[in-house]
């Protein structure tokens, strides 16, 4: 008998595609091969992928090879050489996660230690419910409404959905060669065919399946390694496979949502799907696939459905849980909330209330800057029906209305008078508000089944929009009717995606202008109506002034745009980090091309998700942007912070943030911007937490830091949360007599401030020492000094007992404040 020692140094471990690379090699020698993993003490024979997978071999697992029989020296030559020349290099490089492209974890999520998975969140919020899986399969169930079977017909029906199934494997198309191959070779495996024709006693063939899915996942499920456990997922793609060829027909459950639900889906939920699901119970979506350009992305987005995506191993975590917490704007799906994470979601609903209500009474202005220009804060649709809701948030009008909605999901193009009644709605519904609809944005990366375009390399820069309208006259011609003909309703802007060319525009004008004609000649009543186009190419920036003689407008779709100036697709892992809007050569572009629109006449906005940005706002003022549309939920939010500029200044930060190097430059000048457009006092009484049950030190820093973002003293609760615990990290600052005073100092905080939490009872703070009043400094980090003095003052008086009596028996929170600005002299 040889011995080969080893240690796994896979990423992901020892999964299907490694195992297979071993089998195949172990099979080509008649001696045993046992493959042993010394540190979880299982083995597995070496020619058996699913064994392999159940031996639970995982990165850093110290493993061996035991090799006994007339070839085992060969066998052993083989298995050495390949541990040394190919086995780190046999299988796929981990794929890129989310979570480099995501903002950290709160800490007080991290302290909390949920099971969770991380995702990239791409229709941000938070939601809660039970997890639903769409187009799960319960094949236990499905056995008992099917009629039951001897063995020996059990017998041949599973040997030919086996081969039917492989079969289908063998010859499944391109584009996942090595995944389609791993999975065959599970198919192949003789554990596996043992397996499923083990089960003589079942009533049928499909309860047979059954029963091998829970076979064959046992082991898997038992790993320390989650990657491990998410292979379970091919064990039931595998049997899912082998039950719908044996019945004949796709294998579906019905979904209905009944109480609030996280609805999960492996691969890409369908718009068509979404709009089914749509109901006040769903609460988010988990799905495996899809990118942040997606229609069902952009439908979340409208909404307000939060939406996670790029999580591919979810089923493990997921099908085990009885309640979800999905917070898209972390990229967190959190199953199972333990108690330290209903605090943390309780505190964060009351939190996002609390600025909700702050925010309220601008729903129903217009506002202006400090210095008195007006901005349109508008809103982006994809469906009729939305409108209404999106003039409840305090929309000023619609700056963009996605058409496309109203083409996919079906088999054929909706006709010219479907088409009318939907754009008329709206215009009825905006009663003389600014209301721009967009031509159908489709093609390319974006099909519809009834056009059937043609697959494409790079679609992105190919057969889309514009450039197919010569093509499909006939539903580019019923689209422009209906949108002339609903201009009779009221003002309409009509607007085209990506054009590139001054010939595209020329075209565009006569069309309209010629439809237009024709339209009066059967005398159907036109009303006013204005011709544009989405800036999305950069090559626009060059066209606007000849533009102007065929167009009236023009809108900056900063989503493609940036993509197409920065050669970057947002939704690969591998580039995302690119894309960037705040990078100082595109914030350069979109000033050069708000200046030559309005230089050549032409009216211009923004309808991109740069507007909803708050951070950006000044820099948009900056470049002379006056309409702006985003999603719904940022319209009071984004009006709050325009009434605080002021266009001067917010030009100079503009030429500022151009001359940086960085986009986290550029953030940087903006934060401090932001600090400089108001003052406020570093104590005040809304700083101050009187008398609260608090169960953890996390608890009290998020009350307190969440606060800061409440009374807009801090960029986000979170990042100062973050900044308190890093420097709770260099040692606790419990102070003695029950008194904690937390601080930090960091570019996140816009104002300097001092709260006060006063607790009901003691709380422990770490090394042994319980306190009942946290004093919490949150300083700029350009006023370290100033932190450093009143760090020095405030613990001196706290060695006083009468001063610590005095914050701890008032009840009068102006009478704190006044105790604390004098002795600290503030």
Same mark, same amino acid.
Not at 15 to 43: G, M, Y
Not at 484 to 509: C, D, F, K, Y
Not at 615 to 629: A, D, H, R, Y
């Given at each position: ?227 491990? +456990? ?37 691969? #890409? ?23 942040? #350009? ?35 704007? *972390? ?14 979601? +309780? ?54 209305? +996605? ?19 939907? *754009? ?42 514009? +450039? ?125 091309? #708000? ?232």
């Amino acid at each position: 008998m040889l011995i080969l020692d080893f240690i796994c140094t896979l990423p992901n471990g020892i999964h299907a595609r490694p195992a297979s690379e071993i089998e195949q090699r172990a099979q080509s020698f008649s001696a045993a091969i046992t493959l042993i993993n010394l540190s979880k003490k299982t083995q597995a024979n070496a020619k058996s992928v699913l064994g392999m997978i159940g031996a639970d071999i995982t990165h850093g697992d110290q493993c061996q090879f035991l090799i006994e029989g007339e070839d085992q020296q060969a066998a052993f030559e083989r298995l050495q050489a390949f541990l040394r020349d190919e086995f780190a290099g046999c299988d796929e490089p981990m794929e890129l996660s989310a979570d480099t492209h995501i903002q950290p974890l709160p800490v007080f999520i991290e302290h909390a230690r949920p099971n969770h998975l991380r995702g990239n969140g791409v229709s941000k919020g938070i939601g809660r419910g039970v997890p639903v899986h769409i187009d799960s399969v319960d094949l236990q169930v499905l056995s008992q409404e099917e009629p039951a079977t001897d063995a020996t017909r059990q017998q041949q029906q599973l040997r030919d959905a086996w081969e039917l199934t492989q079969e289908t494997l063998c010859h499944a198309g391109t584009g996942a060669e090595q995944v389609l191959a791993a999975q065959l070779k599970l198919l192949s495996d003789p554990v596996f065919k043992t397996c499923l024709l083990s089960h003589t006693t079942a009533r049928n063939a499909l309860q047979a399946i059954a029963l091998t899915v829970q076979e064959l996942s046992h082991p898997l499920l038992k790993s320390s390694s989650q990657y491990l +456990r998410e292979r379970v997922i091919d064990i039931r793609d595998l049997c899912q496979s082998i039950a719908a060829n044996l019945l004949g027909r796709p294998l579906e459950t019905q979904l209905a949502l009944t109480c609030d639900s996280i609805v999960i889906c492996n691969g #890409t939920l369908t718009p068509g799907q979404f709009l089914r699901l749509r109901n006040p119970h769903l609460k988010g979506i988990v799905m495996g696939d899809g990118g942040e #350009t997606s229609h069902t992305v952009i439908l979340a987005r409208s909404f307000g459905i939060p939406l996670l995506c790029g999580v591919t191993q979810s089923d493990a975590l997921t099908r085990s849980a009885n309640m979800l917490i999905l917070d898209s704007r *972390y990229g967190l799906l959190v199953a199972n909330p333990n108690e330290a994470m209903e605090s943390w979601y +309780r505190l964060e609903s009351a939190k996002q209330q609390a600025i909700a209500q702050r925010s309220a009474p601008l729903r129903e202005q217009q506002v202006s800057t400090a210095d008195g220009t007006r901005i349109s804060v508008l809103a982006n649709i994809a469906l009729a029906v939305e409108a209404q809701s999106v003039f409840a948030h305090g929309a000023d009008g619609v700056g963009l209305f +996605r058409t496309e909605m109203l083409f996919c999901e079906r088999s054929e193009a909706p006709d010219e008078e479907e088409q009318y009644q939907a *754009y008329s709605d709206v215009l009825r519904c905006a009663a003389g508000k600014k209301i721009t609809i967009r031509t159908l944005d489709i093609g390319g990366d974006k099909p519809c089944s009834f056009l059937d375009l043609p697959a494409e390399e790079n679609p992105f820069l190919g057969y889309r929009a514009v +450039r197919m309208y010569p093509q499909f006259h006939d539903i580019f011609t019923t689209q422009a009717r209906a949108l002339l003909r609903a201009s009779a309703v009221g003002p309409l802007n009509i607007m085209v995606p990506m054009v590139a060319t001054l010939a595209e525009i020329q075209w565009l004008h006569g069309q309209f202008q010629h439809i237009a004609q024709t339209l009066q000649q059967e005398d159907i009543p036109v009303g006013e109506w204005h011709l544009g186009i989405m800036v999305e190419v950069p090559s626009t920036l060059y066209l606007l002034e000849k533009a102007a003689n065929y167009l009236d407008f023009v809108s900056i779709g900063s989503n493609d745009l940036a993509q197409y100036f920065l050669a970057c697709d947002r939704g690969n892992p591998y580039v995302r980090h690119l894309y960037d809007y705040r990078n100082p050569t595109f914030l350069a572009l979109m000033r050069d091309i #708000t200046q030559r629109a309005q230089a050549a006449g032409l009216a211009i906005s923004l309808c991109g998700e740069m507007a909803a940005d708050r951070q950006m706002l000044p820099l948009l003022i900056g470049m002379g942007l006056t309409e702006l549309s985003m999603a719904a939920g940022a319209i009071t939010l984004c009006k709050e912070v325009l009434t605080s500029l002021n266009v001067g200044q917010c030009q100079q930060l503009l030429e500022t943030a151009i001359g940086c190097e960085s986009g986290e430059q550029v953030l940087e000048h903006v934060e401090q911007f932001i600090r400089s457009q108001s003052q406020k006092p570093v104590l005040a009484q809304e700083l101050l937490l009187l008398d609260k049950e608090v169960a953890s030190k996390e608890e009290a820093i998020k009350l307190l830091t969440d606060n800061l973002e409440v009374q807009q003293r801090v960029v986000s609760g979170a990042l100062a949360e973050r900044a308190i615990w890093d420097r709770e990290a260099v040692f606790s600052t419990a102070l003695g007599f029950c008194v904690a005073i937390p601080h930090c100092k960091s570019a996140h905080v816009l104002h300097s401030s001092i709260s006060v939490l006063r607790l009901k009872s003691p709380l422990s703070w770490g090394e042994g020492v319980d306190v009942k009043l946290v004093i919490m400094l949150a300083v700029n980090e350009q006023e370290q000094e100033n932190h450093m003095k009143i760090f020095s003052r405030l613990a001196r008086k706290l060695m006083h007992s009468d001063f610590r009596d005095q914050l701890q028996m008032q009840s009068d929170s102006a009478a704190i404040t006044d105790l604390l600005a004098a002795e600290l002299a503030l």
